[in-house]
């Protein structure tokens, strides 16, 4: 029997830069003696932003579920919202403090994005916007959700919080759609402490923005609309500006360890991965996914998920359950059948996958499940032979 690991390995683990070069940065916020309020930290980093994503049009925020929220009223998005049941209950919950009605409908059994084919048929005159997840950082279908908003005049909005560094035929994720919202949360590929960005195509917008996350104020005396506070602090863009230096790093060891995971499940009986991104995507392997069917695997997901926490390996079940039937969102009436995202939610099981995971940690992990497989199977043949 392979023996429990002595630390737990949990799903993830922020990277954190050297203490040191995180100190040498706290000096200029010492010699500053400016802490918040768009300082100079937070403006260097937004430029630093708008590079890598190569738009002007960014704005930061001190978490992603506020940018979205955010986001969403800078946009005066009202009535009825298309969206989907698979993700974190922060994307449904930003429409909610919009006053939105979410209308949930199922994903496609790949990669768990929201279907266009279902968005279609859920649009109604009260539709305003339809709100798709990349999920784990899988592009959604950028191109034929473009045209169902082009034809039936409905904005766009991304929920991109686990998508950063994900490119789609050279260009980032930033530029489809009409509004992206990145989640810069500490269990992120990529981080700041917390924090949140929205990236835009409409550069009026912009202000906009800055005044809802920073009450509402256009200058001393003025107070323009009623916003709120969302602001990024200088702590939080130090982290983000210093981890970006790292990014290319952090997407590397991430690739080593999924193909790892590929190599070693591929072929387990009951386990599902994700088929491999087309060629014009460049991934940035921000979650490890896998499905546990329960024939063929011989074990529940819920069962593995357990038996794993006796190796002290923490799993998590992103996304399960389905937002639509937590008790906060019951009373929504929900037409769609949401089919194939129910038997992901009872399949779904994400691996631990982050920068200083050993890889021979990662092939314990694999050798650990596939054993649980095979004893699960030996003690069902010698039940079925026992019958017989
Ligand atoms: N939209 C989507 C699709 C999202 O996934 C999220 C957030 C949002 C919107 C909202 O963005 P933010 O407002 O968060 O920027 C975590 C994160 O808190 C959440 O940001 C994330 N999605 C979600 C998918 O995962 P939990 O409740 O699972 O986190 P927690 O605290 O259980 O952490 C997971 C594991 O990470 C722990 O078992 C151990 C490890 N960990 C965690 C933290 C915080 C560490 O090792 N160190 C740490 O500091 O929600």
């Not at 930003?94 to 859920?122: G, H, Q």
């Not at 593995?304 to 359950?321: A, S, V």
């Not at 499940?369 to 699960?376: M, P, V």
Request: hydrophobic share 40%.
């Amino acid at each position: 029997m392979i023996k429990a690991f002595e630390k737990p390995i949990y799903v993830t683990r922020p990277f954190l830069p050297p203490l040191e070069e995180f100190c040498n940065g706290l000096k200029e916020i010492w010699d500053n003696h400016w802490l918040t309020n768009n300082g100079p930290i937070l403006q260097r980093f937004c430029r630093q932003l708008s590079n890598y994503f190569e738009t002007d049009n960014v704005c930061l925020f001190n978490n992603g579920t506020l940018a979205l929220q955010i986001g969403l009223e800078g946009m005066g998005i009202a009535g009825e919202v298309i969206t989907t049941p698979f993700t974190f209950v922060a994307t449904t919950h930003s429409l909610f403090w919009n006053k939105i009605r979410p209308v949930f409908v199922d994903i496609e059994p790949d990669y768990y994005t929201l279907d266009p084919e279902k968005v279609e048929a859920a649009i109604t005159p009260w539709t305003t916007a339809i709100l798709p997840v990349h999920v784990f950082g899988h592009p959604c279908n950028v191109n034929v959700l473009a045209d169902i908003a082009r034809r039936h005049n409905l904005k766009l909005i991304y929920d991109a919080a686990h998508a950063f560094g994900v490119r789609v035929g050279n260009r980032s994720l930033a530029h489809f759609g009409d509004m992206s919202m990145f989640s810069f949360h500490a269990t992120k590929l990529y981080h700041s402490l917390e924090g949140g960005m929205l990236t835009f195509q409409d550069s009026g917008l912009k202000s906009i923005l800055d005044y809802l996350k920073n009450f509402g104020f256009k200058n001393e005396v003025e107070v323009v609309m009623p916003g709120t506070n969302a602001k990024m602090n200088e702590m939080q863009a130090l982290m983000g500006s210093m981890i970006l230096g790292y990014l290319d790093g952090l997407i590397e060891k991430r690739r080593k360890i999924t193909e790892i995971y590929r190599e070693r499940l591929n072929d387990i009986s009951g386990i599902k991965l994700p088929p491999r991104l087309p060629a014009d995507v460049k991934y940035n392997h921000a979650y490890m996914t896998i499905e546990i069917h329960e024939k063929e695997f011989g074990m529940s997901r819920d069962i593995l998920y357990e038996e794993l926490r006796k190796y002290n390996i923490h799993t998590r079940r992103y996304f399960y359950p389905l937002i639509c039937d937590f008790p906060c969102y019951r009373s929504i009436s929900v037409k769609d059948p949401l089919t194939v995202a129910r038997l992901v939610a009872s399949t779904i099981l994400n691996l631990p996958i982050y920068y200083d995971l050993q890889l021979e940690d990662v092939h314990r992990i694999c050798n650990i499940i596939i054993e649980l497989s095979s004893k699960e199977s030996n003690r069902q043949n010698t039940k079925l032979k026992a019958k017989v």
